[in-house]
């Protein structure tokens, strides 16, 4: 093509759920959280655009500090999962096997546009050209455009038969080219997800100055967070967004956990290549959200409720459905495939995910909505 650069024709974007407009859908194909922000991250926004009006004309605080306080006080009082959370009293308190045992502070957080925007910078700060990537075969098909985006090599390690990660191969790979390893946890299309002490013994295996990147957008759903092991493994980063279980997916806002010296390296980054990311709006919703912790964590488990009740009811109906920890299910029916599936129900009304991936083609992953969308959807099926 004329007038570009080379490099562009190494690109292969990322390809979104479906974002139609010629009819109303039930939107059931994005993993978004069908529940609205609390009213008081409405009310936030709207005081502080009508107080001081002029700060949508001026460059927001750079390093969000404020919003990094916010989150790590959210973080301290949920234990990164927010579906398990005690909200007794109006506060959160994390359970038991949530529990941090430690604090973590402002200076480990690192604050984005979006999780894809922080996971940009992820790979930027941590990854080499000149040694590949580890991460599942199947796993967010952002990561190889970014190792396309930024000429990284990556080495896609399948799944195992049972569609868990393949965790020993994954880290022979990594040593073999003394590489650093990224994978999501809970794991997305399929859903499932290491304990914690599986992610452990990663980091205690990984090659020794190399990080491990743990992805943990669907983790208030139900997953163990990594988060505890921050204390003990300096090599762990864990990446989070406000896009799915803080119903902030049309704001934009992501985040990474890992220790204050790694944080100053993605900021580094960041200085780099957008000074300010998080504008004025973004962040006051996000502080609001972050207070709001008990109202999200209720939603959390409403969305858990119709995900136990979706599983249920495909298995009673022939579908081969993987145990979700996050919110949505990836599932087949023994002899329809996943893109006549996905037709039949869109036909209906109804939008869910299907992925043209050799592999996992005969799948769709249907994300979780409220009572009433998920009765609908049912209909359908």
């Not at 967004?241 to 806002?253: C, E, Q």
């Amino acid at each position: 093509m004329e007038f570009v650069s080379k490099r562009l024709g190494s690109l292969h974007p990322y390809v979104p759920g479906e974002q139609p407009t010629d009819r109303a859908y039930i939107k059931l194909n994005a993993n978004e959280n069908p529940y609205p922000p609390h009213p008081s991250v409405i009310e936030a926004v709207r005081s502080a655009i009508s107080a001081s009006p002029e700060k949508l004309g001026l460059y927001p605080d750079p390093d969000v500090t404020e919003l990094r306080q916010e989150i790590a006080r959210m973080l301290n009082a949920t234990g990164g999962v927010l579906c398990r959370a005690s909200t007794d009293g109006g506060e959160c308190r994390p359970a038991p096997e949530d529990g941090l045992g430690f604090e973590i502070t402002p200076d480990m957080i690192f604050c984005g546009n979006g999780s894809d925007e922080v996971l940009s910078f992820v790979f930027y700060s941590f990854f080499d050209s000149d040694r590949p990537v580890v991460f599942p075969e199947h796993t967010y098909s952002f990561y190889p455009v970014y190792c396309g985006y930024y000429g990284i090599p990556m080495e896609r390690v399948p799944l195992r038969g049972d569609w868990t990660l393949d965790v020993s191969t994954m880290l022979s790979k990594a040593r073999a080219s003394d590489s650093g390893i990224i994978f999501a946890n809970p794991n997305a299309p399929t859903g499932l997800a290491l304990g914690r002490k599986e992610v452990e013994g990663i980091l205690e295996s990984a090659p020794e100055g190399k990080v491990v990147v743990v992805d943990e957008a669907y983790c208030d759903f139900g997953g163990e967070s990594c988060l505890p092991l921050l204390r003990d493994h300096r090599n762990l980063v864990v990446v989070r967004t406000f896009s799915k279980s803080l119903s902030f997916a049309g704001m934009r806002l992501g985040y990474i956990v890992a220790s204050p010296e790694l944080v100053q390296a993605v900021f580094r980054v960041k200085n780099s290549f957008n000074h300010f990311p998080v504008d004025f709006v973004a962040k006051t919703a996000a502080i609001a959200s972050c207070r709001a912790a008990p109202y999200y964590a209720e939603n959390a488990r409403k969305v858990v409720a119709e995900r136990e009740s979706l599983t249920a009811f495909l298995r009673d109906r022939g579908y081969f459905v993987l145990d979700s920890l996050t919110n949505f299910v990836f599932a087949r029916k023994d002899g329809m495939g996943g893109r006549a599936l996905y037709e039949k129900v869109r036909d209906a009304g109804i939008l869910i995910r299907h992925f043209a991936t050799p592999g996992i083609e005969d799948f769709v992953r249907i994300s979780i909505g409220t009572h009433g969308q998920m009765e609908e959807l049912k209909k359908a099926l």
